[in-house]
């Protein structure tokens, strides 16, 4: 019984042996690389599966891919650019030059649109003076002028309203009082209830009496000055039989000096011009890409039918070695058994 479980287990291992494929030395690897232009980057171009190299044939065991360039092509774009005037003149023309090169661009000039600007507002005044008191309520409360437009220097006509009214300064003027003598004769005379001798002469007959002169006007020496009286006519006799002389007053009085100020507008049109200009430009495309991909390919070398076979009969020769070495031994051990018997 022994005997046969031997035998069954050297059969086994022999079958065992027979079926495997035992590679007398390690795999050889080759990588097989490749490059290729595509304009999707997912292509993914495959590889022979199997190749010769140098008398060798191998088997692909995988590819790799990689994108190694991105190069975006190169297309034509429109773009804008757009320049201004500033406010000038409604009417006026502004010369913008009809081409522009800025940053490597050629713009040519495609329009010229225009929009309303800010009027420019010139503001005018002008016053009225008074020498004596006065009021807005006295008072004009327009007053027409003249002023040249300072944007095109025409002489405009301008309407300007009262802003206020106020006295500036005081001013000494020459003024004059009518002198009348009543009851006039060659020895007295008569004036504003006053007599007086009649001797004071032809060039000053109130000599003395400036201070009643000035006082007859609401004048006092503050603010009246005599420089001097005259007879201004020969006696005569009015029509209520009195005789009368008349006579003059040259005289300066200190005045208010008031203001009428008023304040108008010149509004003179302006626009804003702006040229739009046109050009090309060359830009890299965002979405027109061609993509450079390597593909690497993985081969392991297929072992050759000859040396499979070489070593299957290397293995099988092996066994049969072992299979009689062991039914050798077998029977040596039967042969020991019987001396031992004997």
């Known amino acids: 019984m022994k005997n046969k479980i031997l035998a069954v287990s050297a059969m086994s291992i022999c079958l065992l042996f027979s079926q495997m494929q035992l590679p007398v030395q390690a795999s050889e690897h080759y990588e097989n690389v490749m490059t290729y232009t595509t304009k999707n980057q997912f292509e993914q ?31 034509k774009k429109k773009v804008m650019l ?110 504003q209830g006053i007599v007086f001798p009649n001797d004071r002469g032809a060039g000053a007959p109130l ?36 005789v009368c002389r008349d006579a003059m007053a040259d005289i300066q009085k200190l005045v208010p000096v008031y203001r009428a100020e008023y304040i108008g507008e010149i509004n003179t049109p302006h626009v804003i011009q702006t040229a739009v200009y046109e050009g090309e430009q060359e830009v890299e495309s965002k979405t027109d890409i061609t993509y450079t991909i390597k593909a690497t390919g993985t081969y392991e070398e297929v072992p050759s039918p000859i040396v499979i076979i070489s070593v299957g009969i290397a293995i099988i020769i092996l066994l049969i070695v072992l299979i009689l070495y062991i039914l050798a031994k077998k029977k040596k051990t039967e042969e020991t058994k019987e001396h031992m018997k004997e």
């Not at 201004?232 to 039989?241: H, L, P």
């Open 207 to 242: 000599k003395g009496y400036e201070k009643e002169l000035l006082a007859s006007v609401g004048l006092d020496g503050s603010n009246g000055k005599i420089k001097n009286t005259y007879y201004t006519s020969d006696v005569y006799t009015d029509a209520n039989g009195i």
């Open 45 to 75: 171009k495959l590889m022979d599966k199997e190749i010769k190299k140098n008398g060798k044939k191998y088997e692909l065991k995988g590819i790799s891919y990689e994108i190694i360039e991105e190069t975006p092509e190169i297309e």
């Open 82 to 191: 757009e320049q201004q005037s500033g406010a000038i003149l409604k009417g006026t023309t502004f010369e913008f030059p009809k081409e522009i090169t800025k940053d490597g661009v050629v713009y040519n000039l495609k329009e010229v649109k225009e929009t309303e600007a800010e009027a420019y507002r010139q503001g005018v005044e002008s016053y009225t003076e008074y020498e004596y008191v006065v009021s807005e309520n006295n008072v004009s409360k327009t007053k027409t002028v003249s002023a040249k437009n300072e944007k095109t220097g025409v002489e405009e006509t301008v309407e300007c309203t009262l802003n206020r009214v106020h006295m500036t300064h005081t001013k000494w003027v020459d003024s004059t009082i009518d002198i009348k003598f009543q009851g006039y004769d060659r020895n007295a005379i008569q004036w």
